[in-house]
């Protein structure tokens, strides 16, 4: 009964150590590492038939391309449970290991099968976001409809600003700026259209609106470049004066680096 109890105590200890790990499973006693082997291995095999399903479900609602990460992990762990049978069959012939080889064993069971069960485990809580995304896509295209609106009302202002700036600053100046109102128009349209096709597919039934995702996030996308380019201009004559008013500081410091480096170098070894 002590045996019993000891053992049902280190292998409980076993489990609160990172799987993942192999020099915390180093300290796990060869018995208790022997049962952990056993039992991550049936974990990861009833994970990866409960992925499998979840697998075709999710290419029916979000096609190949947006299920490729998932049908890897899945693939992937498929392929570290037959290396971990045959590691198993190994220990179990009849053919004797000495202790180390059989810690060398089970450890990398161990750690293939830890590592695939959270691949498979992230890519689940990655298709859990996407449904929520599917879910609400109509508010969030609401939501992104509303920032085209904002966006596009900022498109006259910052033509205005950066036609002052031309006015007030070399062109040399303005190189990261000039084209980031024609670009960010770009953007919008492309986001317009994201949104369009969008909307489109909400309106269709549930299993055939593969591509939104996709055209959610492109529009997403679109909108953060378009922003960063109009904040860009707005912000432009402030950087500019920044770097106006710490160049001459910059200079300096440049120029005592090269005198110091000369002064060394005449110095020579």
Same mark, same amino acid.
């Given at each position: 009964?002590?045996?019993?109890?000891? %053992?049902?105590?280190?292998?409980?200890?076993? +489990?609160r150590v990172d799987p993942a790990d192999p020099t915390a499973l180093a300290a796990v006693p060869l018995d208790t590492l022997d049962e952990l082997s056993r039992s991550i291995v049936v974990e990861v095999d009833n994970? &990866?038939?409960?992925?499998?399903n979840?697998?075709?479900?999710?290419?029916?609602?979000?096609?190949?391309?947006? #299920?490729?990460?998932? %049908?890897?992990? &899945?693939?992937a762990a498929k392929t570290t449970l037959a290396q971990a049978f045959n590691a198993r069959q190994i220990l179990d012939d009849a053919v004797p290991e000495t202790a180390q080889q059989r810690r060398d064993l089970l450890t990398r069971v161990i750690v293939a099968a830890a590592k695939a069960d959270r691949e *498979?485990?992230?890519?689940?809580?990655?298709?859990?976001? *996407?449904?929520? =995304? &599917?879910?609400?896509?109509?508010?969030?295209?609401?939501? =992104?409809? +509303?920032q085209m609106v904002d966006l596009t009302a900022r498109i006259a202002p910052?033509? +205005?600003? $950066?036609?002052?700036l031309h006015q007030r600053?070399?062109?040399?100046? @303005?190189?990261?700026?000039?084209d980031n &109102?024609?670009?960010?128009? +770009? %953007?919008?349209?492309?986001?317009?259209?994201?949104? #369009?096709?969008? %909307?489109? $597919?909400?309106?269709?039934?549930?299993?055939?609106?593969s591509? @939104?995702?996709?055209?959610?996030?492109?529009?997403?996308?679109? @909108?953060?470049?378009?922003? #960063?380019?109009l904040d860009a201009v707005d912000s432009a004559a402030t950087d500019i004066n920044r770097a106006i008013a710490t160049l001459p500081d910059a200079i300096t410091d440049i120029q005592n680096g090269i005198k110091t480096a000369n002064a060394q170098l005449a110095q020579g070894g």
């Open positions: 009964r002590r045996k019993r109890k000891r %053992r049902e105590a280190d292998f409980a200890a076993a +489990q994970a &990866v038939r409960t992925s499998e979840e697998l075709a479900l999710a290419v029916e609602e979000f096609g190949d391309k947006d #299920t490729a990460p998932f %049908r890897a992990a &899945v693939t *498979l485990d992230a890519q689940r809580e990655a298709f859990a976001g *996407l449904r929520d =995304l &599917v879910i609400n896509a109509p508010s969030r295209l609401d939501a =992104l409809t +509303q910052a033509e +205005q600003t $950066l036609t002052g600053y070399a062109p040399a100046a @303005l190189d990261s700026v000039a &109102v024609e670009t960010a128009k +770009q %953007r919008l349209v492309f986001a317009d259209q994201n949104i #369009t096709d969008g %909307r489109t $597919l909400v309106a269709r039934p549930a299993g055939r609106q591509g @939104l995702v996709d055209a959610i996030h492109a529009a997403e996308s679109a @909108l953060g470049q378009a922003r #960063t380019m």
